[in-house]
């Protein structure tokens, strides 16, 4: 299984600001994924990240406010823009381990953001 | 469209007894079905996944999971609990041609020394 690295691992924020987070993967991948987790709710997909060209947004999500970046195999960046409380979640950084439908997706330990 | 429902909120089991979370899918064709556990503070981890084949499925820390197609079902099952294995667990599908899972909301489960 793919070994998943994200910093910051928390962070507190102030309403307007941006905050960029990293992940980083021990193992070259072809799928990588941004999820947002809710306080006390499921995961819900942000975007697939796409090695080389523009990530692909899920409905209710959009460039400008989550703007995300994906130079290389190993490596990502979800970026939380002009924030606000309700941006407050734990943001989870994803993998599959192969391109099939049958394939597992690993998750990194996440990283809690509070914005007051 | 894919989905999960996962009916309960939260499951209390005593130590030693079994233990049983609940999954039921919907999709269009063939499911690919998983189950992840989230334990405080930390990402998710994989426990196991039914592709094809033997409907009854083993995975991680003693814990299995049953196929039923009639029924639309994934039930996670553990014959003994243990205190350590209160955490969130969730199921997921993803349907073939689709590259996204689909997660359910979760379900708490709180093992009683």
């Known amino acids: 299984s793919a070994v998943i690295s994200q910093k910051p691992s928390r962070d507190i924020c102030q309403r307007g600001t941006s905050l960029t987070i990293q992940c980083q993967v021990d193992?070259?991948?072809?799928?990588m994924f941004w999820y947002r987790q809710q306080p006390g709710q499921s995961l819900t997909l942000i975007a697939t990240?796409?090695?080389?060209?523009?990530?692909?947004?899920e409905s209710g999500f959009v460039i400008d406010k989550f703007p995300i970046s994906r130079p290389n195999l190993t490596f990502s960046t979800l970026t939380v823009s002009n924030m606000s409380p309700e941006d407050s979640s734990i943001y989870l950084c994803?993998?599959?381990?192969?391109?099939?439908?049958?394939?597992?997706?690993?998750f990194g330990p996440g990283t809690r953001l509070t914005v007051l | 469209a894919q989905s999960v429902a996962q009916p309960e909120d939260q499951v209390n089991v005593a130590e030693g007894n079994p233990l049983t979370v609940k999954c039921t899918y919907s999709?269009?064709?063939?499911?690919?079905l998983f189950w992840y556990v989230q334990y405080p503070n930390r990402g998710l981890q994989f426990l196991l996944k039914?592709?094809?084949?033997?409907?009854l499925v083993k995975g991680s820390y003693g814990f299995e999971a049953e196929f039923n197609k009639s029924q639309t079902s994934f039930h996670l099952k553990k014959p003994s609990a243990l205190v350590s294995d209160s955490a969130l667990y969730f199921c997921?599908?993803?349907?073939?041609?689709?590259?996204?899972?689909?997660f359910g909301k979760g379900n708490q489960v709180v093992v009683i020394p």
């Open positions: 193992s070259q991948v072809t799928m």
């Open positions: 997921a599908v993803r349907e073939e041609g689709n590259n996204r899972l689909a």
């Open positions: 994803s993998v599959s381990s192969g391109t099939g439908p049958y394939n597992e997706q690993f």
């Open positions: 999709v269009s064709g063939n499911p690919y």
């Open positions: 990240a796409n090695q080389g060209s523009e990530a692909t947004y």
């Open positions: 039914y592709i094809t084949g033997d409907n």
